[in-house]
């Protein structure tokens, strides 16, 4: 090195390291880059210099001549890419937009509520016998991008899968009895609407929270589907208990039609897309970049047609009270799902994701069954206003913290 010229070489005649003391020299601030015959020389950046400089010894690689070659190129010539380059990196390109749809879902979201509201035909022929294909779709999507070692992981832990369940029916019941007093005791609205919140928070969780979580925490969105499948299951003498308990009706729930709801939306669906997987994993690939896109318009669909198909009630003189007491019921669903899971798996490694786990489970559920048994076993039909604007506020929600979460994470 020449402190007057300010250039520091590395030569290599016969070996391929060199040990310099770094204890006496001074880098320059301006490093030149030269050649000399039958040598290889190489710049060293100053940033992989100043890690070592408390240790003793620098260890410097150098390089061969067909790399020092390669630096040398013409200035005035230019670098001009192949055309099979160019063309696999448009391909690649739109790959990466298929890909990422995923990330305009909380905006289609809203697109198509407000769309709903305002032009309610564009979704009131997606009647609901839609339903159960549509829901389906997404749970093969997640199938597809799945393993089965995932699904026995999940089943793996069994306090995670617990604290889903006691957040589904128990926590919510408890908020929606809650926001049902206080809708009938604060606001003075009628006690059908009050019973109507109540019978949101007695249902099973949703599929679409496990989607959610595919979203966000993609290793995470099995365990999300077993808790949902086990809410689902039980529902069956749950649901009926919990609404003779806060509503004082029992509600004979179909055993045969919730078990037959969990076979065509969750359990062959899934089971398609993880044989699919394993037997056909190129075509799988090949079919990888369409599904965002096709989920996007699924997802759409569920969230504007059941406001559609019930404009009447949402838009009826309580539908605004009624629409900010289902916002403060699923936030609060949303935030308890979160903080329990974090006070008591703080030691976890995955706490994170465990948390936004739970609070999708926590906060979404099964809103069309709710409404469902509304309109089928009660004749006030303000009973069914509480669970349409449900299925619109906790669609909106869950895909707005989706859209928050994934941005946080990046």
């Given at each position: 090195?020449?402190?007057?010229?300010?250039?520091?070489?590395?030569?290599?005649?016969?070996?391929?390291?060199?040990?310099?003391?770094?204890?006496?020299?001074?880098?320059?601030?301006?490093?030149?880059?030269?050649?000399?015959?039958?040598?290889?020389?190489?710049?060293?950046?100053?940033?992989?210099?100043?890690?070592?400089?408390?240790?003793?010894?620098?260890?410097?690689?150098?390089?061969?001549?067909?790399?020092?070659?390669?630096?040398?190129?013409?200035?005035?010539?230019?670098?001009?890419?192949?055309?099979?380059?160019?063309?696999?990196?448009?391909?690649?390109?739109?790959?990466?937009?298929?890909?990422?749809?995923?990330?305009?879902?909380?905006?289609?979201?809203?697109?198509?509520?407000?769309?709903?509201?305002?032009?309610?035909?564009?979704?009131?022929?997606?009647?609901?016998?839609?339903?159960?294909?549509?829901?389906?779709?997404?749970?093969?999507?997640?199938?597809?991008?799945?393993?089965?070692?995932?699904?026995?992981?999940?089943?793996?832990?069994?306090?995670?899968?617990?604290?889903?369940?006691?957040?589904?029916?128990?926590?919510?019941?408890?908020?929606?009895?809650?926001?049902?007093i206080i809708a009938v005791t604060v606001f003075g609205l009628p006690t059908p609407l009050g019973?109507?919140?109540?019978?949101?928070?007695?249902?099973?969780?949703?599929?679409?929270?496990?989607?959610?979580?595919?979203?966000?925490?993609?290793?995470?969105?099995?365990?999300?589907?077993?808790?949902?499948?086990?809410?689902?299951?039980?529902?069956?003498?749950?649901?009926?208990?919990?609404?003779?308990?806060?509503?004082?009706?029992?509600?004979?729930?179909?055993?045969?039609?919730?078990?037959?709801?969990?076979?065509?939306?969750?359990?062959?669906?899934?089971?398609?897309?993880?044989?699919?997987?394993?037997?056909?994993?190129?075509?799988?690939?090949?079919?990888?970049?369409?599904?965002?896109?096709?989920?996007?318009?699924?997802?759409?669909?569920?969230?504007?047609?059941?406001?559609?198909?019930?404009?009447?009630?949402?838009?009826?003189?309580?539908?605004?009270?009624?629409?900010?007491?289902?916002?403060?019921?699923?936030?609060?669903?949303?935030?308890?799902?979160?903080?329990?899971?974090?006070?008591?798996?703080?030691?976890?490694?995955?706490?994170?994701?465990?948390?936004?786990?739970?609070?999708?489970?926590?906060?979404?559920?099964?809103?069309?069954?709710?409404?469902?048994?509304?309109?089928?076993?009660?004749?006030?039909?303000?009973?069914?206003?509480?669970?349409?604007?449900?299925?619109?506020?906790?669609?909106?929600?869950?895909?707005?913290?989706?859209?928050?979460?994934?941005?946080?994470?990046?």
């Amino acid at each position: 090195m020449s402190s007057t010229t300010g250039q520091f070489l590395i030569q290599r005649p016969r070996f391929n390291h060199v040990f310099l003391q770094n204890n006496s020299f001074h880098i320059p601030k301006r490093v030149q880059f030269s050649v000399l015959p039958q040598c290889s020389y190489i710049p060293v950046p100053l940033s992989s210099v100043s890690q070592f400089r408390g240790s003793k010894f620098l260890e410097c690689k150098c390089a061969s001549e067909k790399v020092s070659e390669s630096f040398e190129r013409d200035p005035g010539q230019e670098f001009e890419p192949e055309p099979n380059q160019i063309v696999k990196q448009k391909k690649a390109s739109i790959v990466d937009i298929l890909k990422q749809s995923n990330s305009i879902l909380p905006h289609v979201v809203l697109a198509s509520t407000i769309m709903a509201l305002v032009y309610p035909p564009s979704f009131t022929w997606f009647t609901s016998r839609y339903y159960a294909p549509a829901l389906g779709f997404l749970m093969f999507a997640v199938g597809v991008n799945s393993s089965e070692k995932d699904f026995i992981e999940a089943f793996k832990r069994p306090d995670a899968i617990f604290t889903g369940y006691v957040g589904q029916f128990v926590v919510k019941p408890l908020l929606g009895y809650i926001f049902g007093i206080i809708a009938v005791t604060v606001f003075g609205l009628p006690t059908p609407l009050g019973a109507g919140i109540m019978l949101v928070s007695c249902v099973s969780g949703a599929q679409l929270s496990n989607y959610a979580t595919f979203l966000t925490d993609p290793p995470l969105a099995p365990l999300s589907i077993v808790m949902t499948s086990l809410s689902t299951a039980t529902a069956v003498f749950v649901t009926p208990m919990l609404s003779l308990l806060l509503i004082g009706k029992r509600l004979p729930v179909d055993v045969v039609g919730m078990v037959s709801s969990i076979l065509q939306i969750v359990i062959a669906p899934i089971t398609a897309g993880l044989l699919l997987n394993q037997l056909f994993p190129r075509l799988c690939e090949a079919m990888r970049p369409f599904l965002p896109p096709l989920s996007v318009l699924d997802t759409a669909c569920c969230v504007g047609a059941p406001l559609a198909i019930n404009i009447n009630s949402v838009l009826s003189p309580f539908g605004l009270t009624v629409s900010l007491l289902i916002v403060a019921f699923h936030l609060s669903a949303f935030i308890a799902g979160y903080f329990l899971s974090g006070s008591l798996f703080h030691k976890a490694p995955d706490v994170k994701a465990l948390q936004r786990t739970l609070s999708f489970e926590t906060g979404m559920q099964s809103s069309l069954l709710a409404l469902a048994l509304a309109n089928r076993f009660f004749q006030d039909p303000l009973v069914s206003v509480p669970p349409a604007i449900s299925t619109v506020i906790m669609s909106l929600m869950g895909f707005a913290l989706v859209m928050i979460w994934a941005k946080k994470k990046e």
